[in-house]
């Protein structure tokens, strides 16, 4: 009779090792570089999850792999030049920005968690950041998005990144999982001093536009809750502004393909706005935490020369919460609230951990 052979033991598993609370910071993905093979390969990543593109594979793939990864490429490796920076991609500067401060944060406040993040498409990938928290004896780990608003695209997505890194990790560790802070109160004060911030400096506009990322209409009849937290996200900040909803407009932009998306779409609005005579519009977008692609190529270049030509002459896109202070304590307030009940303060020696043993044993004899 032939035996399995014995499973390699993981390396970085110390019996005794105190145990230590993890937490990853996600956000969507970057390519590497601004040229075209790197982004291809990060298109070529981000476009096979049917997460993203709900469309049976065998119909699918000849179209990605046949067209789209061969014109689309060029095309975006220009757009991600005309927004690199000295630091690299802005997504990825401001992710590890943010999760630097949050990992500070809760130092300071006496939380011993260690903080790491990663990249649903592109690197760091979430496999290995978490591979990297349980080699730093991370047993209980909480995967928090960096997406206040819920939707399968998403939010599900990283569930399901985390999901196949552990169908193939034999010593899983407690796992938690945010799924949305779309009406965080500290979320929505940050938001609303960036724009009180923007307007001490330049006044205020005639109209607030605030757009988000769009998704196909079809997602909102499956049940997806993306368009009814953009839409709460946006009430709530006009309620904390005390900003007139006549004076605000809530769009999708960031449409692919010829299917129907989330309406109204952003720039054809602005032009709207514009025709009619509005001269000034300020642009904020709250589903986005890091300033990216999305927001200033797309928004800060390509919706802004849309509304300048079709008649504006004041347009204005605030910048997203990047490092603002308030952000980050937003950020850790809802992580603090999703890591309750589990150890987060710094581990005693062991010695000192022996005596505490030996002390609760007595007093459970002694009871």
């Known amino acids: ?64 792999h046949g067209v789209i990864l061969r014109v689309r490429p060029k095309k975006s490796a220009a757009k991600y030049a005309s927004i690199w920076t000295a630091d690299g991609s802005p997504l990825a500067h401001w992710t590890a920005v943010q999760a630097r401060l949050l990992q500070g944060w809760l130092g300071e406040r006496g939380h011993a968690v260690v903080v790491r993040h990663a990249m649903r498409y592109g690197n760091p990938s979430i496999a290995s950041q978490l591979d990297a928290l349980k080699a730093e004896g991370a047993t209980r780990i909480l995967v928090l998005p960096l997406y206040p608003q819920y939707s399968a695209t998403t939010t599900a997505s990283v569930f399901d990144a985390v999901a196949a890194w552990a169908r193939r990790t034999r010593h899983l560790p407690e796992l938690r999982f945010v799924n949305r802070y779309h009406d965080e109160p500290l979320y929505i004060e940050a938001l609303a001093q960036r724009l009180r911030t923007h307007w001490a400096h330049h ?35 006009a309620e904390r502004l005390q900003w007139p909803l006549a004076r605000l407009h809530v769009t999708f932009q ?22 009619g005579g509005i001269k000034r519009i300020d642009i904020a977008c709250p589903g986005f935490v890091s300033d990216c692609l999305e927001t200033l190529e797309e928004i800060g270049m390509e919706v802004r020369d849309a509304f300048l030509q079709a008649g504006g002459e004041e347009y204005r896109y605030v910048p997203c919460l990047n490092d603002d202070p308030r952000w980050i304590t937003a950020l850790a307030q809802v992580a603090v609230d999703h890591l309750a009940g589990w150890p987060m303060q710094p581990a005693a020696p062991a010695p000192v951990r022996a005596a505490q043993r030996e002390r609760a044993i007595a007093l459970g004899a002694a009871a």
């Open 1 to 64: 009779m032939k035996y399995a052979a014995e499973p390699v033991l993981d390396p970085t598993y110390e019996h005794g090792r105190p145990a230590r609370t993890g937490l990853l910071l996600v956000n969507l993905g970057t390519p590497d570089a601004p040229t075209p093979q790197a982004v291809r390969r990060y298109l070529a990543e981000f476009l096979s999850d049917p997460r993203v593109v709900e469309i049976p594979a065998a119909l699918w793939k000849p179209i990605l």
């Open 254 to 275: 960031s449409r692919f393909g010829k299917a129907e998306w989330l309406q109204p779409y952003t720039e054809p609005t602005v032009r709207q706005l514009a025709a």
């Open 203 to 237: 006044g205020q506009p005639e109209r607030l536009v605030l757009s988000f990322h769009g998704v196909p209409k079809r997602t909102l009849m499956l049940g997806d809750p993306y368009h009814c937290e953009c839409h709460k996200t946006a009430r709530l900040l």
